[in-house]
């Protein structure tokens, strides 16, 4: 595993759970899921952060889950109330279907390691809101 933005956001769900938090991480297909779920349990295998990447996903273990890990099947599932949702890859999803799993009470973080125009004019012109963790 190396020291970048998965890292990063990592730490930050792993600390989220700890604290009694649930968090969400999203990603784009199910390689880069199964592969951000692998590195996740290195870091924190006492988590037993749970992958969804399809229907088959008991109902019962994603309620009862601190941490879930998967594609846009997470979507079509009843997650319950998220504290932390991260999507990464953010820009190969819609803001419509981030925008299903938070509510009032969620922090969001949305990363990329893609800097396309898009990202840059949103930064640019104040349309979302920017934090440097160095």
Do not use: C, W
């Amino acid at each position: 595993m190396g020291t970048g933005k998965t890292v990063v956001y990592s730490l930050i769900a792993g600390y989220t759970a700890y604290s009694g938090g649930k968090v969400v991480i999203m990603l784009p297909n199910g390689n880069l899921a199964n592969q951000i779920h692998n590195e996740f349990d290195e870091l924190f295998p006492d988590l037993n952060a749970l992958l969804v990447m399809s229907d088959e996903t008991d109902a019962q273990k994603i309620l009862n889950a601190k941490v879930l890990i998967g594609t846009s099947a997470l979507l079509f599932r009843e997650v319950g109330q998220i504290h932390l949702a991260i999507f990464d890859e953010s820009q190969k999803m819609g803001m419509a279907h981030q925008d299903q799993l938070v509510s009032d009470i969620t922090h969001k973080i949305s990363v990329s390691a893609t800097p396309i125009p898009r990202t840059m004019a949103l930064a640019t012109y104040g349309a979302v809101t920017i934090k440097r963790i160095s």
